[in-house]
């Protein structure tokens, strides 16, 4: 239920953005090229689990949200709000920790707009940027 509860609100994403015109993010944009580890444009499962699993500080395999804030500050990906709520949206289970098995794989499900097991970056812009305005 949880599962459908998550799908339903990231649905609704799309519908919450001012005249359905998504904008664009150098950050999103400079991620994506980060996490494209072969250059072949466009990012695959792997790929994607490590982009959020170098958040990772202490190498449990569990990004928490004092990690994931602290990372995304340190890197300059944005301001700290941006990252609470960007961690927010992507805790699937809302257990305040990201998890291969239990979060990442069910939001490259989400980013992989057309469903091919790779994201482009179109796909990875617009859905970072969709998950960013929550």
Not at 9 to 21: A, K
Not at 41 to 65: A, L, P, R, S
Not at 78 to 89: S, T
Request: aromatic share 14%; proline share 2%.
């Amino acid at each position: 239920m949880l599962y459908l509860l998550t799908i339903a609100s990231l649905v609704s994403f799309g519908v919450c953005v001012p005249n359905n015109q998504i904008g664009d993010s150098v950050e999103a944009r400079n991620l994506f090229h980060k996490a494209d580890l072969n250059k072949d444009q466009h990012i695959h499962m792997d790929e994607f689990i490590k982009i959020f699993m170098d958040f990772d500080e202490n190498g449990d395999g569990v990004v928490t949200t004092p990690e994931f804030v602290g990372e995304w500050t340190f890197r300059e990906l944005g301001p700290a709000n941006e990252a609470v709520v960007l961690f927010y949206n992507i805790d699937v289970n809302k257990d305040g920790k990201l998890t291969r098995d239990n979060d990442l794989t069910f939001i490259f499900n989400y980013f992989d707009m057309d469903f091919n097991h790779e994201l482009t970056e179109a796909e990875f812009v617009v859905q970072w940027i969709k998950l960013s305005l929550a």
